[in-house]
């Protein structure tokens, strides 16, 4: 039996994990809130990864980058790619609330006092990006600061040039060390999502899911449709590979980012994907992956688009075409200004409600079956680090199309 487990691709081990974490949770309600340890202690496990994996893959990614006319190229393309799939993720996300209208026919009281949450203006973030402190920085896991520090000790170390060999052998080293881990780490992943998913639907139940199901169906199913037609198609018709093949490569990390919730906690398991399966190189993903899992935000995206007009609906405010322009310009911004910053997509959320004067009592509603949301949107988060880490590695002949088609 052992050994037939052994030959299942991880994958189908996670998908199993999923489902039986769903059932058990559904219908051994009490038992399975005491399942959540296993979730814990995977989640720890990958946390655990976290900052050491992106500090030293990121470093060992930009000294890999010896022409820094070409890592300027690699940062102009990632950066400009993520806006520009934020900016569609959240025209969709208007569109599927606008056609199928999930606020209609729901009251929404104002008898809860929400308050808003400010963000960091977004030079306040650009400023604070800036360590004073990098021990501490890595201390506290404050991911744009470690990017930032790494970015600059990979380039010194380039700039040093053969004065730093040392240095930048170790950290070349130090990045596969970390691979390994990753392997190590994944391997419990079954185990994990079975204990996360049967706390979730534990806790949760069918009652709260019925009651905002529209609002629900519409995040999911424009999370899919984004996922196949604005991942897909891009894999498809721009970088010409074929978008089976990407799907297929990514599922691992895609049931982990829809399990924990995390950009960042999928991370290892993401940039293990990105390599491994679909021949992505080193180089290339431990850069794009780490700058995306921080500031992509295209999930979040579509559900500000389908909560907007979920919120519009509900108090019988009619958005205009100028309205929806400035929630798709304000979301697009805010996924810079809130990048890092903890609970990014409520503040997003209010954010948005507030550019177009909306009641921001509708966030107390939303908030109640967040977590069912988050799942969907931190997959399409996951999914487009992904795609964006295979389009770069395309363009820049950095693809191993034999591993990517194996």
Not at 15 to 26: A, S
Not at 80 to 86: K, M, P, R, S
Not at 103 to 131: F, H, M, Q, R
Not at 371 to 387: E, F, K, P, S, Y
Request: net charge neutral; proline share 3%; glycine share 8%.
């Amino acid at each position: 039996m052992w050994a037939l487990y052994k030959k299942v691709p991880l994958w189908q081990k996670i998908f199993l994990g999923l489902v039986l974490g769903l059932i058990t949770g559904l219908i051994f309600k009490d038992f399975a809130i005491y399942l959540k340890p296993l979730g814990t202690l995977f989640l720890n496990l990958i946390k655990m990864l976290i900052v050491p994996l992106i500090f030293v893959t990121l470093v060992s990614g930009i000294t890999s980058m010896d022409d820094l006319s070409k890592m300027k190229r690699v940062g102009l393309k990632t950066f400009f790619i993520y806006l520009a799939t934020t900016a569609v993720a959240i025209t969709i996300g208007l569109a599927f609330g606008y056609i199928f209208q999930p606020g209609v026919g729901i009251e929404l009281t104002n008898e809860e006092t929400v308050i808003a949450k400010t963000a960091p203006s977004l030079i306040d973030t650009l400023l604070n990006i800036i360590t004073t402190n990098p021990i501490s920085s890595l201390a506290q896991g404050n991911i744009l600061q470690i990017i930032f520090f790494a970015i600059i000790l990979g380039l010194s170390i380039n700039l040093a040039k053969d004065k730093s060999k040392p240095l930048k052998d170790f950290f070349s080293s130090f990045s596969e060390v970390m691979f390994k881990m990753t392997d190590i780490v994944i391997s419990f992943a079954p185990i994990g999502i079975f204990g996360l998913m049967a706390w979730v639907s534990a806790s949760y139940g069918i009652d709260v899911l019925y009651s905002l199901l529209k609002v629900i169906l519409c995040v999911y199913i424009a999370s899919l449709l984004h996922m196949i037609f604005t991942y897909g198609l891009s894999i498809k018709f721009i970088s010409k590979l074929s978008m089976i093949k990407f799907f297929k490569g990514i599922i691992p990390a895609q049931m982990i980012a829809f399990t924990t919730t995390s950009s960042s906690g999928t991370l290892p398991v993401t940039t293990s994907n990105v390599v491994n399966n679909l021949g992505a190189s080193k180089s290339i993903s431990s850069f794009v992956l780490p700058l995306g899992a921080t500031i992509n935000m295209d999930g979040t995206a579509i559900y500000q688009g389908v909560c907007a007009m979920f919120v519009a609906q509900a108090f019988g405010v009619d958005l205009t075409f100028s309205n929806m322009l400035t929630i798709v310009l304000t979301s697009t911004l805010a996924s810079i200004g809130t990048a890092g910053v903890p609970g990014a997509g409520l503040i997003m959320l209010t954010l948005v409600l507030t550019s177009v004067n909306l009641p921001l009592e509708g966030v107390a509603i939303i908030a109640g079956i967040d977590r069912i949301l988050d799942m969907a949107r931190t997959t399409v988060n996951v999914t487009g680090d992904a795609m964006v880490s295979v389009f770069v590695a395309k363009s820049e002949n950095e693809l191993d199309e034999k591993v990517y088609n194996s």
